[in-house]
């Protein structure tokens, strides 16, 4: 239960005053995400991304151009347009020591000769340039008088938006919410707190939305410093909080006698490299012990991550018990339950797949051996989760590409089994503070080789003016058998976006190719998408149109061809993803990164580091310093807690203090008991981390 005490942070935006529905249908489109609805608490964390400073307020002689100025002045003309005139209607401002050109463009007359009467004392507030030899003003930011320069903020904070929502309407909202703060108990040690100076919470959030310099609202500001220490802690004591409560419950070990691992082994066609061994002796070894394991595996695009997973599932087979496998998407659902198959049935394994498209007939059938218990290992998408899937006995819960799912929904599938061991794979390799900050409740096993006979991808950069030469050189390769991805960001063309269409490439690729292309993306229904990847499989097809529905996972050995068009749009991560979809089959393959120049500075280092390496460990670093946290991880996609005060880049310091703060904490007060306890829940709830105190409640 969340206390009282912060029901107005968890009001609706749309019950502050001044928020009329119109208002609260933008407020809800810019800032509720996966809430349901804008809240207050939306609005207090939606920080400003730049401050305007207003308060240099010369006389206009002494003005800067190019700056924003505010000026003290009267109006002594007014220069309408003609009745039918498209001209901007001016207004001569001057003060005792010189005159600007007030210019107004498809401007209301009525409002400005409201707003600036003759000889009246007004203060302007804008931008000052020089146009034609005069100084001028465009449609100046304020046009205030005396009651308005009084309340007239000298540092103004601007926000991001959404089409529709004024600054000042945003503004107003913000001010409203900062006045339902409630008064909030400390929840830091202040005896011990190693940052000293530290503005409270709530005169943090003060701080930063009604800044007194511009600098106030910089990561490294007081206030920001702040906030920023709160989100970390919270986000820390939940892992912590977690971690600790799965080693208090008990584990059962799943100590299995090696005779299926042996059979698997005997049956693969490949030695498996050392990292995995190392990673199968350090999960065998979770398995055995009497606690619960939590560990990711995370290995770079084609490192054998599923084998590793396959091992684990048949060790707690040996022991009697049943393995779950969740996937992300259909596809890969579909895949892991073939390769597994593959390898797992000629070892006497029974396997089985779950997703939204089975039949009911077949569902039945299958939710029927699950809970009997004739089926060892089950394959599936978040149908998995449904509470209808009921095992005999589950041990092992595996989850692939870790970050498409959220810590609740990690632990809902070990929760289907008494104490069931949680392994969790990702195919992006994650950076060490990222791996600290999400995943801190977990032990990682690296893979880092790939398998014997992957051959180095040839990468190329190459503009998009040059694409009748890909195409081409395309046409060469599709004769000699050679199988491509081309891989488009959208799906439709977006008249925002100049960017090319999956729909629109496959028409051109199909005048050139004809019947040799196929198409896929995420809005065909899901048969379709199978058929169009089991043609590409077979060669039915030889180059396949996609959008990033192929990034995770997807498996076409024979595919030696990966074209990336607009490649400046994709983020380093993906673009890495991608281009593991080739090079699988020790055939030589390559990568093209069609882009549209000019490039940005971003774009381009994205692009060198392509072409300079293969290893996803060091692209993951790379992508975290060329974009920041969220995006690295996908947060504003997935389950996952994206940062709204922290930015690591600027914070990471701090992480180390809020991780050893949060262990402390647990282990002194690990049921957060007494005053300060009290307070830390409070934390919890405001940063959203409640399945933690929820957790606490289970026991």
């Given at each position: 239960?969340?206390?009282?005490?912060?029901?107005?942070?968890?009001?609706?935006?749309?019950?502050?005053?001044?928020?009329?529905?119109?208002?609260?249908?933008?407020?809800?489109?810019?800032?509720?995400?996966?809430?349901?609805?804008?809240?207050?608490?939306?609005?207090?964390?939606?920080?400003?991304?730049?401050?305007?400073?207003?308060?240099?307020?010369?006389?206009?002689?002494?003005?800067?151009?190019?700056?924003?100025?505010?000026?003290?002045?009267?109006?002594?003309?007014?220069?309408?347009?003609?009745?039918?005139?498209?001209?901007?209607?001016?207004?001569?401002?001057?003060?005792?020591?010189?005159?600007?050109?007030?210019?107004?463009?498809?401007?209301?007359?009525?409002?400005?000769?409201?707003?600036?009467?003759?000889?009246?004392?007004?203060?302007?507030?804008?931008?000052?340039?020089?146009?034609?030899?005069?100084?001028?003003?465009?449609?100046?930011?304020?046009?205030?008088?005396?009651?308005?320069?009084?309340?007239?903020?000298?540092?103004?904070?601007?926000?991001?938006?959404?089409?529709?929502?004024?600054?000042?309407?945003?503004?107003?909202?913000?001010?409203?919410?900062?006045?339902?703060?409630?008064?909030?108990?400390?929840?830091?040690?202040?005896?011990?707190?190693?940052?000293?100076?530290?503005?409270?919470?709530?005169?943090?959030?003060?701080?930063?939305?009604?800044?007194?310099?511009?600098?106030?609202?910089?990561?490294?500001?007081?206030?920001?410093?702040?906030?920023?220490?709160?989100?970390?802690?919270?986000?820390?004591?939940?892992?912590?909080?977690?971690?600790?409560?799965?080693?208090?419950?008990?584990?059962r070990a799943s100590q299995g006698d090696g005779h299926i691992r042996e059979k698997i082994a005997a049956a693969l066609p490949f030695a498996l490299t050392p990292s995995q061994k190392a990673a199968m002796a350090e999960i065998g070894a979770d398995l055995g012990a009497p606690t619960r394991m939590l560990r990711i595996l995370q290995g770079d695009v084609g490192s054998g991550k599923t084998i590793v997973a396959l091992f684990a599932?048949?060790?707690?087979?040996?022991?009697?018990?049943?393995?779950?496998?969740?996937?992300?998407?259909?596809?890969?659902?579909?895949?892991?339950?073939?390769?597994?198959?593959?390898?797992?049935?000629?070892?006497?394994?029974?396997?089985?797949?779950?997703?939204?498209?089975?039949?009911?007939?077949?569902?039945?059938?299958?939710?029927?051996?699950?809970?009997?218990?004739?089926?060892?290992?089950?394959?599936?998408?978040?149908?998995?989760?449904?509470?209808?899937?009921?095992?005999?006995?589950?041990?092992?819960?595996?989850?692939?590409?870790?970050?498409?799912?959220?810590?609740?929904?990690?632990?809902?599938?070990?929760?289907?089994?008494?104490?069931?061991?949680?392994?969790?794979?990702?195919?992006?390799?994650?950076?060490?503070?990222?791996?600290?900050?999400?995943?801190?409740?977990?032990?990682?096993?690296?893979?880092?080789?790939?398998?014997?006979?992957?051959?180095?991808?040839?990468?190329?950069?190459?503009?998009?003016?040059?694409?009748?030469?890909?195409?081409?050189?395309?046409?060469?390769?599709?004769?000699?058998?050679?199988?491509?991805?081309?891989?488009?960001?959208?799906?439709?063309?977006?008249?925002?976006?100049?960017?090319?269409?999956?729909?629109?490439?496959?028409?051109?690729?199909?005048?050139?190719?004809?019947?040799?292309?196929?198409?896929?993306?995420?809005?065909?229904?899901?048969?379709?998408?199978?058929?169009?990847?089991?043609?590409?499989?077979?060669?039915?097809?030889?180059?396949?149109?996609?959008?990033?529905?192929?990034?995770?996972?997807?498996?076409?050995?024979?595919?030696?061809?990966?074209?990336?068009?607009?490649?400046?749009?994709?983020?380093?991560?993906?673009?890495?993803?991608?281009?593991?979809?080739?090079?699988?089959?020790?055939?030589?393959?390559?990568?093209?990164?069609?882009?549209r120049a000019p490039l940005g500075e971003a774009a381009k280092a994205r692009i060198a580091i392509m072409r300079e390496t293969e290893d996803g460990f060091r692209i993951a670093e790379e992508d975290l310093c060329l974009r920041g946290e969220g995006e690295v991880l996908g947060t504003r996609q997935s389950g996952l807690p994206g940062f709204r005060f922290a930015d690591l880049s600027a914070h990471g310091p701090l992480l180390t203090?809020?991780?050893?703060?949060?262990?402390?904490?647990?282990?002194?007060?690990?049921?957060?008991?007494?005053?300060?306890?009290?307070?830390?829940?409070?934390?919890?709830?405001?940063?959203?981390?409640?399945?933690?105190?929820?957790?606490?409640?289970?026991?």
């Amino acid at each position: 239960m969340r206390s009282s005490l912060l029901n107005p942070l968890f009001a609706a935006a749309a019950s502050l005053p001044g928020i009329g529905p119109k208002t609260a249908t933008l407020l809800y489109r810019l800032l509720a995400k996966d809430t349901g609805e804008a809240r207050v608490l939306d609005l207090l964390c939606h920080l400003p991304y730049a401050a305007i400073d207003r308060r240099n307020r010369p006389k206009i002689v002494d003005a800067p151009l190019d700056t924003i100025v505010t000026l003290e002045v009267k109006a002594i003309e007014h220069r309408p347009p003609g009745a039918r005139s498209k001209a901007p209607y001016k207004v001569l401002v001057e003060d005792e020591t010189g005159d600007v050109l007030l210019v107004f463009f498809l401007a209301n007359h009525h409002w400005i000769e409201k707003s600036l009467p003759l000889g009246e004392t007004r203060w302007i507030s804008g931008k000052l340039e020089l146009w034609d030899g005069h100084r001028q003003i465009v449609h100046p930011d304020r046009v205030l008088d005396s009651e308005g320069f009084a309340r007239m903020a000298p540092v103004e904070p601007v926000y991001p938006s959404t089409e529709g929502l004024f600054q000042k309407t945003l503004g107003k909202a913000i001010d409203a919410a900062l006045a339902k703060i409630p008064a909030l108990p400390e929840w830091h040690d202040r005896t011990v707190l190693s940052i000293p100076a530290l503005p409270t919470f709530a005169e943090a959030l003060r701080e930063v939305h009604r800044p007194k310099t511009p600098d106030a609202i910089a990561p490294e500001a007081p206030a920001r410093m702040r906030l920023a220490f709160d989100e970390l802690l919270a986000s820390q004591l939940a892992l912590a909080l977690m971690r600790a409560k799965i080693r208090r419950s008990p584990g059962r070990a799943s100590q299995g006698d090696g005779h299926i691992r042996e059979k698997i082994a005997a049956a693969l066609p490949f030695a498996l490299t050392p990292s995995q061994k190392a990673a199968m002796a350090e999960i065998g070894a979770d398995l055995g012990a009497p606690t619960r394991m939590l560990r990711i595996l995370q290995g770079d695009v084609g490192s054998g991550k599923t084998i590793v997973a396959l091992f684990a599932m048949a060790a707690v087979v040996e022991a009697g018990r049943q393995a779950a496998l969740m996937a992300p998407t259909e596809i890969l659902a579909r895949q892991h339950h073939q390769t597994l198959a593959m390898f797992g049935e000629a070892a006497g394994l029974r396997l089985a797949l779950l997703t939204g498209r089975d039949t009911a007939a077949l569902r039945g059938k299958t939710l029927a051996r699950l809970a009997e218990g004739t089926i060892d290992i089950v394959i599936g998408t978040h149908a998995l989760f449904q509470e209808s899937v009921v095992f005999r006995d589950l041990g092992l819960a595996v989850v692939d590409e870790q970050h498409r799912f959220g810590v609740h929904q990690r632990l809902a599938l070990g929760d289907k089994g008494v104490a069931a061991d949680i392994l969790v794979m990702t195919a992006t390799p994650i950076p060490r503070t990222l791996v600290l900050t999400y995943f801190g409740d977990m032990d990682v096993s690296n893979l880092r080789e790939k398998p014997a006979g992957r051959e180095r991808i040839e990468t190329r950069a190459l503009p998009v003016e040059r694409m009748s030469e890909l195409i081409a050189r395309l046409k060469r390769a599709i004769a000699d058998g050679a199988r491509a991805f081309w891989v488009c960001p959208l799906v439709e063309e977006s008249e925002a976006l100049d960017v090319a269409a999956a729909e629109e490439r496959f028409l051109h690729l199909q005048e050139v190719f004809g019947d040799e292309v196929g198409l896929v993306h995420g809005k065909m229904k899901s048969r379709d998408k199978d058929a169009a990847m089991a043609a590409f499989a077979q060669g039915t097809t030889q180059i396949l149109v996609a959008t990033t529905v192929i990034e995770v996972g997807v498996d076409i050995p024979q595919a030696s061809i990966m074209v990336i068009e607009h490649a400046e749009r994709f983020g380093l991560a993906q673009l890495h993803q991608l281009r593991g979809r080739v090079g699988r089959a020790g055939a030589k393959s390559s990568c093209v990164l069609l882009y549209r120049a000019p490039l940005g500075e971003a774009a381009k280092a994205r692009i060198a580091i392509m072409r300079e390496t293969e290893d996803g460990f060091r692209i993951a670093e790379e992508d975290l310093c060329l974009r920041g946290e969220g995006e690295v991880l996908g947060t504003r996609q997935s389950g996952l807690p994206g940062f709204r005060f922290a930015d690591l880049s600027a914070h990471g310091p701090l992480l180390t203090l809020a991780r050893d703060e949060a262990r402390k904490i647990v282990e002194e007060n690990p049921r957060l008991e007494g005053a300060r306890g009290e307070a830390l829940r409070l934390l919890l709830n405001i940063f959203e981390r409640g399945e933690a105190i929820r957790l606490l409640e289970a026991g």
